[in-house]
């Protein structure tokens, strides 16, 4: 199963869902396929995203 979560800059909030459900797939050992996109891309991430992303 593919799975992809869609915003607008793909800069801080589908970054943080793709990341969360990649963790909690592997956690339940789903064989899912995760990722993130956006229909304007940012430049760069949100240095939020960032810092939290290292936590998980």
Do not use: W
């Given at each position: 199963?593919?799975?992809?979560?869609?915003?607008v800059h793909n800069?801080?909030?589908?970054?943080?869902?793709?990341?969360?459900a990649k963790y909690?797939?592997?956690?339940?050992?789903?064989?899912?396929?995760?990722?993130?996109?956006?229909?304007?891309?940012?430049?760069?991430?949100?240095?939020?995203?960032?810092?939290?992303?290292?936590?998980?």
């Amino acid at each position: 199963m593919k799975l992809a979560f869609i915003c607008v800059h793909n800069g801080c909030r589908s970054q943080m869902a793709e990341a969360l459900a990649k963790y909690k797939a592997k956690e339940l050992g789903l064989d899912i396929e995760v990722f993130s996109a956006g229909s304007d891309t940012s430049r760069e991430v949100n240095p939020q995203a960032i810092k939290l992303k290292r936590t998980i």
